[in-house]
């Protein structure tokens, strides 16, 4: 079975740069895609990233994702840091015909 | 606009069953995959079944296969979570969300269920 492996939070300063990662264990699929989504306390999740790289709808573009042939791993850079980013964030990709999450990164901004 | 409205949720006793409801509006129901999504209180999402347009196909997380069963009514715009033997452990906010090619674009705001004595 595929594992999602997120760090379990991450902080940074207001302005700054953090990169989010999400290593993707052995296992099959049918795609590797990865998406991202953003979740605040008490709402439902919002699509951040999707297909690795592409940003949703209304998302600026110091929101990147990025994905890593070698080491399988995508990552979720915010630059610019605000405290509106302060969040629970979660990776998601699939395991044949189901789909997987990654457990969530707390990202705090200081 | 696209509103996804879960009903159905609420206390259960271990053991029993209970049947979740998703509203669909907005958009062209019968032309999209839908998704649960449930989260534990405090925890992390967890995927845990999927439909695709028709109903053709139907998967389903390990931890919940056998147990419940995802179902949609075209003619109402309507997905359906079956849910029997509930334990402790299916304690979770149930999202209803839409699927657009791979990535959930929209999600309900959520029915909490409660597996308790």
């Known amino acids: 079975n595929v594992v999602l492996t997120q760090p379990h939070s991450v902080s940074e300063a207001p302005g700054k740069t953090v990169t989010i990662s999400c290593t993707r264990s052995?296992?099959?699929?049918?795609?590797?895609?990865v998406q991202w989504y953003k979740q605040r306390p008490a709402s439902a999740p919002t699509l951040v990233i999707y297909d690795d790289y592409k940003r949703a709808s209304g998302v600026p573009d110091r929101i990147s994702g990025s994905f890593d042939i070698s080491s399988t791993s995508a990552s979720l850079t915010i630059s610019g840091l605000r405290t509106e980013d302060e969040a629970d964030y979660y990776c998601?990709?699939?395991?044949?015909?189901?789909?997987?999450f990654g457990g969530g990164t707390k990202l705090t901004v200081l | 606009d696209v509103q996804l409205v879960e009903s159905g949720g609420g206390l259960v006793q271990p053991g029993r069953s209970l049947r979740l409801s998703c509203a669909a509006s907005?958009?062209?129901?019968?032309?999209?995959?839908m998704h649960w999504v449930r989260q534990a209180p405090g925890k992390g999402l967890e995927w845990v079944s999927g439909?695709?347009?028709?109903?053709?196909?139907?998967g389903y997380a390990d931890s919940v296969k056998g147990r419940f069963t995802i179902s949609r009514d075209n003619t109402k715009n309507s997905l359906f979570l079956q849910m029997n033997s509930l334990g402790p452990e299916d304690t979770a906010f149930y999202y209803c969300a839409k699927e657009r090619l791979g990535h959930i674009d929209y999600w309900g705001q959520g029915a909490l269920v409660t597996v308790s004595s």
């Open positions: 998601q990709s699939y395991d044949g015909s189901n789909w997987v």
């Open positions: 052995s296992g099959s699929g049918v795609s590797n895609y």
């Open positions: 907005g958009f062209t129901f019968d032309d999209f995959t």
């Open positions: 439909i695709t347009s028709t109903g053709g196909v139907r």
